[in-house]
Nanobody, 121 residues
Framework: QVQLVESGGGLVQAGGSLRLSCAAS????????MGWFRQAPGKEREFVAS????????YYADSVKGRFTISRDNAKNTVYLQMNSLKPEDTAVYYC??????????????WGQGTQVTVSS
């Protein structure tokens, strides 16, 4: 069982930055690939970024490429999402998710409770 707790959300002006953190309660954090997803009001949840178990491979949605950076610290059981140049359309609840390494690309089985990010214009 993996428990995930996000933090770092808040209200920021357009052009500003936030860093989200996701702390995982699990014995072998390095056995899991991690991802960030978001859901805006009235919209479906969408993929934002992912990082593999070792941290060497990362993937981004086109909408955040060049602005967001995902990283992880396996010694601290934590994954981060650095968000720069924020836009009002980035407003959403952001979720951290985990899947066992070497499983399917979308096989995220564990989810956090989410953290709200609001970007004002």
């Amino acid at each position: 069982q993996v428990q995930l707790v996000e933090s770092g959300g808040g209200l920021v002006q357009a052009g500003g930055s936030l860093r989200l953190s996701c702390a995982a309660s699990v014995r072998t954090f390095s056995s899991y690939d991690m991802g960030w997803f978001r859901q805006a009001p009235g919209k479906e949840r969408e993929f934002v970024a992912s990082i593999n178990w070792s941290g060497y491979s990362t993937y981004y949605a086109d909408s955040v490429k060049g602005r967001f950076t995902i990283s992880r610290d396996n010694a601290k059981n934590t994954v981060y999402l650095q968000m720069n140049s924020l836009k009002p359309e980035d407003t959403a609840v952001y979720y951290c998710a985990a899947k066992l390494r070497y499983t399917g690309r979308n096989d995220y089985r564990y989810w956090g409770q989410g953290t709200q990010v609001t970007v004002s214009s």
